[in-house]
């Protein structure tokens, strides 16, 4: 089962940041939190991940709090080719497989 | 670029032939996955990978069996198709030659209908 919760949908006007949620209360200290997007009719596509810091790249933010329970995935300017559905994806690590555990994911809508 | 390909992006087979599913990856990586796709129910993994002839059951392997004669090919086989394997299939694979960065490439995927 996955260990993280996010909403099903959620919309955003292009050009605004999107903020999108996840709650991972049960993660364990030596977990990563990963976020992958799928767009419409193509394969998940790694966006970035992290461990307790904060983490940016070209694509997005990673905001964690400092309880590690939830974290917030953050595209600062959103544009239409944004739209997908997003993954929160907590990596099982040690004594486990290397698979992921993908949820169902938040369904990001960015209007025009 | 990692590149992930799949043999078929749409496949249409009848209920019961034998549907081989071929994923290639060029960048020597060591892990493979198969996963299919269901609206409601996300990705779930079916078998996986990680080294040549190695193989390991995933959450729903039932109906399925996986080949792995050579590292940058992994196959998915259906022996006998059923209707409830109409789905989506992803082939993805990674390393785990830097165990703090674990990056899953994704093919496009293949849309199996079994009618």
């Known amino acids: 089962d996955a260990k993280t919760t996010q909403p099903t949908s959620m919309d955003c006007a292009e050009g605004r940041a999107a903020n999108l949620p996840c709650n991972h209360s049960?993660?364990?200290?030596?977990?990563?939190v990963y976020w992958y997007r799928q767009i419409h009719s193509q394969g998940p596509q790694y966006i970035i991940h992290?461990?307790?810091n904060n983490e940016t790249n070209e694509m997005a933010s990673l905001i964690i709090t400092e309880d590690r329970k939830s974290s917030t995935l953050i595209l600062p300017h959103a544009t239409l080719r944004d739209t997908a559905v997003y993954y929160c994806?907590?990596?099982?690590?040690?004594?486990?497989?290397?698979?992921?555990?993908f949820g169902k994911g938040t369904k990001l809508t960015v209007n025009p | 670029d990692v590149k992930v390909t799949q043999s078929s992006r749409y496949l249409v087979k009848r209920t019961g032939e034998k549907v081989f599913l071929e994923c290639v990856q060029d960048?020597?990586?060591?892990?493979m996955f198969w996963y299919r796709q269901d609206p409601g129910l996300g990705l779930r993994l079916i078998y996986f990978?990680?080294?040549?002839?190695?193989?390991e059951k995933g959450d729903i392997p039932e109906g399925y069996s996986v080949s792995r004669e050579k590292k940058e090919r992994f196959s998915l086989i259906l022996e006998s198709a059923s209707t409830n394997q109409t789905s989506m299939y992803l082939c993805?694979?990674?390393?785990?030659?830097?165990?703090?960065?674990?990056?899953?490439?994704f093919g496009p995927g293949t849309r199996l209908t079994v009618t």
């Open positions: 992290g461990l307790k």
């Open positions: 049960t993660i364990s200290g030596n977990e990563y």
């Open positions: 993805a694979s990674t390393s785990p030659r830097d165990r703090s960065f674990y990056e899953q490439y």
């Open positions: 990978s990680y080294d040549v002839k190695m193989k």
């Open positions: 994806i907590v990596r099982p690590t040690q004594g486990g497989s290397e698979k992921l555990v």
């Open positions: 960048m020597d990586h060591e892990n």
